[in-house]
């Protein structure tokens, strides 16, 4: 069983910057795709941004040029570096990651608020 924790979510201003953290379990080189959710109140859970296991990256169009998304497999962490936020990206954010012929794994999410 796999598990993977968010951290370094909380209250910022418009603006402001944050680093969300996602600690996995195992090595976060056995997954093929490793990535971060979000969730606003009654709307679906929408994609942020991925990373292959070939490093090959995909970020919606609302956060290009904003956000980052990257991996550190010495400490199994996977990270998503959140520049200029804005209102409309609060939300629950969640960490995301496949590993071959494994179902998808989830973590429990950690709250972004944007507000001044």
């Given at each position: 069983?796999v598990?993977?924790?968010?951290?370094?979510?909380?209250?910022?201003?418009p603006g402001?910057?944050l680093?969300?953290?996602?600690?996995a379990s195992?090595?976060?080189?056995?997954f093929?795709?490793?990535?971060?959710?979000?969730?606003?109140?009654g709307?679906?859970?929408?994609?942020?941004a991925?990373?292959?296991?070939?490093g090959?990256?995909?970020?919606?169009?609302?956060?290009k040029?904003?956000?980052?998304?990257?991996r550190?497999?010495?400490?199994?962490?996977?990270y998503?570096?959140?520049?200029?936020?804005?209102?409309?990206?609060?939300?629950?954010?969640?960490c995301?990651?496949?590993?071959?012929?494994?179902?998808?794994?989830?973590?429990?999410?950690?709250?972004?608020?944007?507000?001044?």
């Amino acid at each position: 069983q796999v598990q993977l924790v968010e951290s370094g979510g909380g209250l910022v201003q418009p603006g402001g910057s944050l680093r969300l953290s996602c600690a996995a379990s195992k090595s976060i080189s056995s997954f093929t795709i490793l990535g971060w959710y979000r969730q606003a109140p009654g709307k679906q859970r929408d994609l942020v941004a991925v990373i292959t296991h070939t490093g090959s990256t995909t970020y919606a169009d609302s956060v290009k040029g904003r956000f980052t998304i990257s991996r550190d497999s010495d400490k199994n962490t996977l990270y998503l570096q959140m520049n200029n936020l804005k209102p409309e990206d609060t939300a629950v954010y969640y960490c995301y990651g496949e590993r071959v012929r494994e179902v998808a794994y989830w973590g429990p999410g950690t709250q972004v608020t944007v507000s001044s």
